[in-house]
């Protein structure tokens, strides 16, 4: 385990779930003596600061990341080229950027190339949040027991890596490091898949007319319910997702396309034997699923 941190200022850009909810994580733990936030929205800002999640919020990026020694990234995905060419003149000597996307290699192509020689770039990726979204929605505890994920470049300072692992395990996260395009291969399959079929299946009953509609919302069974929460999550948020890693995206979306031909021949042929070796193998993922007890009703993974 590594050293608990301490940070005179952290400025986080985005104050929405994750960002809102690290913020508070941070200040109970007492991990820093002042946090600030800047948003898009000048009233998310402001409602951080109304709720006390920050202590300052800043007109622009660089009012915010001005003297911090730690920048928390938490916006979607397609916003970080320009945050990075907004903040780097007021970045402080030796301040270390890290960021909460769900796409790691992206955070090394728009970040990186835009920031100073005297900050440290450590990519991160909290495999933890909610169907809800806003500084509202936020609460300290959203990371406990749950994975962050980091993925360092070779060159990255290892004071800086130390750092923003101590920051996570404070938080009550258990920190895993890994390779970029590895980390997007894997959460493509465990997340972003997943999130496309939701939407695609929730889409489905969307479009039916309006009495089997109003039905299938009355009798919505338990797999249904969980499909709707998944696609009742922030949609700029998921589109910059798709996009961004739609390389590994893609190829997952394949593979699962291939094995759904298979079931669809199975179930067309009668094969009942096939199918219940394709139904049964499934089950020794949901074991692994509980035995390092990812599941819970109030950890929900969105990102």
């Not at 020694?69 to 000597?93: C, F, Q, S, T």
């Not at 190339?113 to 005297?118: F, K």
């Amino acid at each position: 385990m590594a050293d608990t941190p301490h940070f005179s200022r952290v400025a986080f850009i985005g104050v929405g779930l994750i960002g809102s909810s690290l913020a508070r994580a941070v200040r109970k733990a007492g991990l820093a003596d002042r946090i600030v936030c800047w948003s898009r929205r000048a009233e998310t800002s402001a409602r951080a600061l109304e709720l006390g999640v920050v202590d300052e919020a800043a007109e622009t990026v660089a009012d915010a990341v001005a003297g911090a020694d730690l920048v928390v990234i938490a916006i979607h995905l397609r916003g970080y080229e320009d945050v990075a060419k907004a903040m780097a003149p007021a970045l402080a000597e030796g301040a270390i950027v890290t960021d909460v996307g769900s796409s790691k290699q992206v955070a090394l192509k728009a970040l990186a190339p835009h920031l100073p020689d005297h900050v440290h770039l450590v990519p991160g990726h909290p495999v933890a949040g909610t169907e809800f979204s806003g500084p509202d929605s936020g609460f300290a505890e959203l990371f406990e027991g749950r994975w962050c994920i980091l993925t360092p470049a070779e060159e990255t300072d290892a004071g800086a890596l130390a750092q923003v692992t101590g920051l996570w395990e404070a938080v009550g996260s258990s920190v895993q490091i890994m390779e970029p395009e590895h980390h997007d291969v894997v959460l493509a399959l465990t997340s972003h898949l997943p999130h496309i079929i939701a939407y695609t299946i929730v889409g489905t009953a969307a479009e039916m007319e309006g009495d089997l509609k109003s039905e299938v919302i009355q009798f919505s069974a338990g797999g249904f319910r969980d499909f709707t929460r998944i696609a009742a999550t922030n949609p700029e948020f998921w589109r910059d997702v798709f996009l961004v890693n739609k390389d590994a995206v893609l190829d997952v979306l394949g593979r699962f396309e291939e094995d759904l031909s298979a079931v669809r021949k199975a179930i067309r042929r009668g094969d009942a034997d096939g199918l219940l070796a394709m139904l049964t193998r499934t089950r020794d993922i949901r074991r692994g699923v509980i035995d390092a007890r990812q599941d819970s009703d109030w950890h929900r993974e969105t990102g």
